[in-house]
């Protein structure tokens, strides 16, 4: 390589301009400074996409469209493996073409749960009480979390319980008392047991979680009193609502939005549907009949942590006897607390608005930011129906997400894709190259802090809104002003940017405390840079970095030229610097 810098400048017009030494540098510092050139330069891209011709594709037909062959490549294998899990090893690719979508979908669904969050932190002996405070320290919930997301089989599962955290959002940050991890990985082992259930059974187990109880103030809510003024906490009822089953304004199949005759959004609920809801979610509380024992630490007794699972208790002497008059359904006064709770899930279950309302975000979650009107029609479609007359189908609901035709030739479309969002990187890169914990405890702590960690960490949301906004959109760029969405990229900025490199390189090199990475898979790769890009070209990004952007990670790698005869801590800094620079690159970042 000359001593001419390779970039001066990124494609991004917003990006502050950054010069590479033209001194020629060693294979860290190399890759530490491209890599940030290329990950500013993702700010302003559109998305990634290989070298093939890209045209605005835009699916207007609302009939099903599911793609049926199997696929014939292994970038097609890839690709899908990426949406539906987080990892697409030569196994993995291999299954996926020698099954088909559809059968290797089916495959995942029936795969059993190898450990819960909860049976982890009992293994490891975090559900008694120690001198270490596990009894009321959190940071054993991250630990599990990111155990939950780092290992073991059925990620196809995890992936998809990861979407629904950030659908139906419980945070770990405000629960406090006693066993807020245990509180937590309960939570999290909902969604893991009821993802391939239905949607009806997930929203009821949700609503009486005791960790959900706590962050949206289920628990202990009290019936009205009409002496004191009191009256039942309305958070849960607002938040069910607009957040988990309809929204804030009625929509079309499609997703789109309902106007009146001034072209004005119609507003789904009022007040009132709120006021007349919240009664229903009252006299709920922990159910500590289930606590086994009670331990005797530091002067003050520390329940068994049972109460953590399962679902609240319910007391009628707390409950509201109120009549409930919401979205043009009555449930009558005296009406027992279960049936009362049935009737008001079923009618935002019902809701015409649920199937769209889900659907669009979960394939932001999971395909890309800006799905056409076309492509939320079919999924809701499905949601209303899976074509055995089941409303809710959640298995039914992933498989139209994912065998979509839009979904399998985002490749072609200019505008299609997402931002990769940090957790998936770190989880795809951490379980691509085998990490395992020296120790079995998983010290991974709230990567949330985005100058030291990722700006996001599994369960760790500032806020029932979750860490981005489905609807968010960039000011002063591009995508704003070509009116699309692009929810991650409320996480994307030049602290998190930094952030994201400095943590990335320092985790691929040295591991973050106990947990470590394996590189013996590209081992062998080290000497030959161009068989080591394609590589991770492959198991990372699907094949889509640009011959430009190939190019350049190569010649950055082998400005530094190695020989079978050079010393192993060279070859490892050329592997470090080749998964750091594919890490920071556009097409990486933003997934197709």
Not at 187 to 198: G, M, P, R, V
Request: aromatic share 10%.
């Amino acid at each position: 390589m000359n001593n001419k810098s390779l970039i001066t400048r990124p494609h991004s017009s917003d990006a502050p301009e950054i010069q590479i030494s033209k001194k020629a540098p060693d294979a860290s510092t190399t890759a530490l400074s491209l890599a940030g050139l290329l990950t500013l330069a993702s700010a302003g891209c559109g998305g990634g996409g290989g070298d093939s011709q890209s045209t605005n594709v835009n699916p207007s037909s609302s009939t099903a469209s599911s793609v049926a062959p199997q696929p014939l490549t292994k970038t097609q294998a890839a690709g899908f493996l990426l949406q539906a899990q987080f990892t697409a090893t030569d196994d993995e690719i291999s299954s996926v073409i020698s099954s088909g979508y559809d059968a290797w979908l089916t495959s995942q669904f029936n795969k059993t749960i190898d450990q819960t969050g909860a049976q982890w932190l009992t293994t490891s002996g975090h559900t008694t009480p120690k001198n270490d405070g596990n009894y009321f320290n959190p940071v054993f919930g991250d630990w599990m979390a990111w155990n939950q997301l780092l290992t073991g089989t059925g990620q196809v599962r995890k992936r998809l319980a990861l979407a629904l955290s950030e659908f139906f959002v419980v945070s770990l940050n405000p629960i406090d008392g006693f066993w807020p991890p245990m509180l937590i990985a309960n939570y999290w082992d909902l969604l893991n047991t009821k993802a391939f259930d239905n949607f009806r059974n997930l929203l009821e187990d949700i609503s009486l979680n005791p960790a959900m109880g706590f962050f949206l103030n289920t628990k202990g809510n009290l019936k009205e009193d009409i002496a004191s003024g009191r009256v039942p906490d309305e958070n849960y009822a607002r938040e069910i609502m607009q957040l988990f089953t309809i929204g804030l304004y009625e929509l079309n199949l499609d997703g789109t939005l309902k106007t009146n005759a001034q072209g004005n959004p119609i507003e789904t609920y009022v007040q009132s549907d709120i006021t007349n809801l919240a009664r229903v979610f009252t006299g709920y509380n922990w159910d500590y009949s289930k606590v086994t024992q009670q331990y005797g630490f530091e002067s003050y007794p520390v329940p068994s942590p049972e109460f953590t699972s399962g679902r609240m208790a319910f007391d009628s002497r707390k409950h509201s006897n109120l009549a409930v008059n919401f979205l043009g359904t009555n449930i009558p006064e005296n009406t027992p607390g279960a049936e009362a709770l049935r009737i008001a899930l079923d009618t935002l279950f019902n809701h015409a608005n649920t199937g769209p309302f889900f659907a669009k975000q979960m394939i932001q979650r999971l395909v890309t930011s800006n799905p056409s009107p076309a492509y939320v029609a079919r999924v809701a479609t499905v949601f209303n129906n899976n074509g055995s007359g089941v409303r809710g189908d959640l298995k039914a609901v992933w498989r139209a997400i994912l065998t979509d035709t839009e979904a399998r030739t985002l490749h072609n479309n200019n505008i299609a894709g997402k931002l990769r969002e940090p957790i998936v990187r770190l989880t795809q890169i951490a379980r691509t190259f085998n990490v395992s914990s020296t120790n079995g405890k998983w010290e991974i702590y709230d990567l949330s802090n985005a100058d030291t960690g990722l700006g996001q960490a599994p369960l760790r949301s500032p806020s029932v809104f979750n860490f981005f906004r489905p609807g968010y959109v960039p000011p002063n760029t591009t995508i704003a002003a070509q009116g699309l969405l692009a929810p991650e990229f409320q996480l994307h900025n030049e602290t998190s940017t930094a952030g994201y490199i400095n943590f990335v390189t320092f985790f691929i090199k040295s591991g973050y405390s106990d947990v470590k990475l394996n590189l013996s898979a590209i081992e062998s790769l080290a000497t030959d840079a161009k068989a080591l890009v394609d590589w991770l070209n492959l198991h990372l990004t699907a094949n889509q970095l640009s011959s430009a952007t190939k190019n350049l990670i190569q010649q950055s790698l082998e400005a530094n030229p190695l020989t079978s005869a050079s010393s192993t801590n060279a070859k490892y800094d050329r592997l470090y610097a080749a998964i750091l620079l594919v890490a920071a690159s556009p097409e990486y970042l933003i997934q197709k």
